[in-house]
């Protein structure tokens, strides 16, 4: 689909929702902001209607149920099919993930980008924080597409498998191909190089701090090389977040959870849960929460025990529960490559504070009893079940299934039985998309 459709709609909107003289509309579709004030408002819109595909995933994983009986007529028609990974032919009411919202916020960070040397009434320092806020978004919004639409890094040869569009210019009228998967994860590790250079906010104050800050870009490159299996890099940037912001919540005596937008942990607190999504998610599978042993503090601070078999979810509901990156993601993507690398008397080093913080003190000595005599390939196995535990119902599961052994998952709804397979680990490009673009799935091999 051409970009103009997509950039005039939400502009309109942003048009209308704003003060009147805000921003106008030239005849051509292009948005004219001249001060820092106004291109602050742009960034603030795009943060605040930026898609919360990431959480949806969730659905996907095996991290929570649908019953027929349980679940509402809403969220049946609205994720059933999205749960049972029914691709083919999914029901009209079906949700699903973004497209346009990616492109759109794309448009306004290049936008951003290109007539930085245009803003008024702004310092250096403001000027320099926008644009590197611009190719943080950028970065995540191509991140995040290539992660839905186009195949797992570490199960492809990159250099030689379709991507997704990349669009790294403000033009409305852009029919981009799509780019591979290397160039996509390139183009986002320079964006995060050249982020780096503008950003200079340390940390945002409590209910701003859904901007990118300077150590958001070292959290960013950390994940990005954990998907590529670059291990020693991923490493190398892990530890620089821990360095600069390793604080973890006490869950043995705090009362706030650390996927809060108020903990200590919280880097950047862009995304969140949508109420009607959490409704959806709110049904915690039993064999998952099996994952959680005796002692650990998350079993009863992260879910609440309904009747005897069943749980709701205490991660989510309002929209306190914003997080995209928090400091425990660092401890557990340092300890992964460690062990990956062969270190694990390192790997267990970075395991232990966040240990000493979830689990009280006999849990927390079993565990370390249990983890110690591991070997690497052992370790490994329990880091990534670690994982599923710490970051559970915080749209992180699916990408650690795709980017690992995309098991094949198997679910039972009513008398039909649905099974997940590996290449339905990748989603298909939107259907509106491909028919209103043919261009999308031109490959380009760049």
């Excluded at 509402?72 to 099919?81: F, G, I, N, R, V």
């Excluded at 008024?120 to 320099?128: G, I, L, P, Q, Y």
């Excluded at 009513?414 to 999308?440: C, H, Q, S, W």
Aim: glycine content about 4%.
């Amino acid at each position: 689909m051409k970009l103009r459709n997509i950039i005039l709609f939400i502009l309109t909107a942003v048009a209308l929702t704003s003060c009147d003289d805000f921003l106008d509309i030239t005849p051509t579709g292009k948005v004219i902001a001249k001060t820092g004030e106004e291109y602050r408002a742009l960034l603030t819109y795009e943060y605040k209607y930026f898609s919360k595909d990431r959480y949806m995933t969730t659905l996907r994983t095996d991290e929570l149920l649908m019953d027929k009986k349980k679940s509402s007529s809403t969220d049946l028609d609205a994720y059933l099919d999205l749960w049972r990974w029914k691709d083919d032919n999914p029901s009209p009411t079906t949700s699903y993930f973004s497209w346009r919202g990616y492109y759109h916020t794309i448009y306004i960070a290049n936008y951003v980008i290109e007539h930085r040397d245009e803003i008024t009434d702004a310092t250096c320092d403001e000027v320099n924080q926008l644009v590197g806020e611009s190719y943080m978004l950028r970065a995540y919004c191509h991140f995040l597409l290539v992660n839905l639409y186009a195949e797992p890094y570490t199960h492809c040869q990159p250099t030689t498998t379709r991507g997704v569009p990349m669009q790294l210019v403000a033009d409305v009228n852009a029919i981009p191909g799509s780019s591979s998967v290397e160039a996509i994860y390139q183009q986002v590790l320079a964006d995060i190089d050249e982020a780096e250079k503008y950003l200079n906010v340390e940390t945002w104050e409590e209910g701003t701090n859904y901007r990118f800050n300077k150590i958001s870009a070292q959290a960013f490159r950390a994940r990005t090389y954990l998907y590529m299996g670059e291990w020693q890099k991923a490493l190398t940037a892990a530890k620089a977040v821990i360095d600069a912001h390793g604080e973890l919540v006490d869950m043995n005596s705090s009362t706030t959870l650390p996927n809060s937008y108020k903990s200590v942990e919280s880097i950047v607190a862009l995304e969140k849960f949508s109420s009607n999504l959490f409704t959806a998610i709110d049904m915690p599978d039993p064999n998952f929460l099996n994952l959680y042993r005796t002692g650990d503090q998350r079993r009863t601070k992260f879910y609440k025990r309904v009747t005897s078999s069943t749980y709701s979810l205490q991660k989510g509901g309002d929209d306190e529960f914003s997080c995209s990156f928090r400091s425990a993601e660092a401890y557990l993507t340092a300890a992964e490559c460690a062990a990956r690398l062969g270190n694990t008397t390192e790997a267990i080093d970075f395991m232990k504070p966040l240990l000493q913080k979830r689990l009280n003190a006999t849990a927390l000595q079993e565990e370390l009893d249990l983890i110690t005599p591991m070997t690497a390939d052992l370790l490994i196995q329990e880091i990534l079940d670690e994982r599923a535990r710490e970051l559970a119902f915080e749209g992180h599961r699916w990408y650690d299934l795709r980017r690992t052994t995309r098991p094949a998952l198997i679910r039972t709804y009513g008398d039909e039985t649905f099974t997940l397979t590996p290449e339905k680990y990748t989603m298909r490009f939107p259907t509106e998309a491909v028919e209103a673009n043919p261009e999308i799935e031109r490959w380009e091999n760049k």
